[in-house]
C-alpha cells in the first residue's frame, strides 16, 4: 500500500485496530478497483466493527455497568 496515504482517522485507531485496518485496505486494493482513499475508509469502518466485536465480554460488561450507574 502506498505509504504517503496517511488519513487522520487512521491516527486515532488502536494500534491493533490499524494494523487490521491497513490489512484490510491491502487486500481491498488487491481485489477491487477502488482507490486507495477509498480502500483506505471502508478498510477503518470495517476493522472499527472487527474491533468492536472482539472486546472482552467482561469489559464489555463492566462499561455497560458503568454507563447505569451514571444514568
Known sequence: ???????????????TTREKAVTIAQELLRTNNISPREAVSKAILIAKNWAVKNVNRRVWKKLKSFEKEII
Do not use: Q, V
Not at 2 to 9: G, K, S, T
Open 1 to 15: 500500500m502506498d505509504n504517503r496515504i496517511a488519513l487522520p482517522e487512521l491516527m486515532y485507531l488502536s494500534p
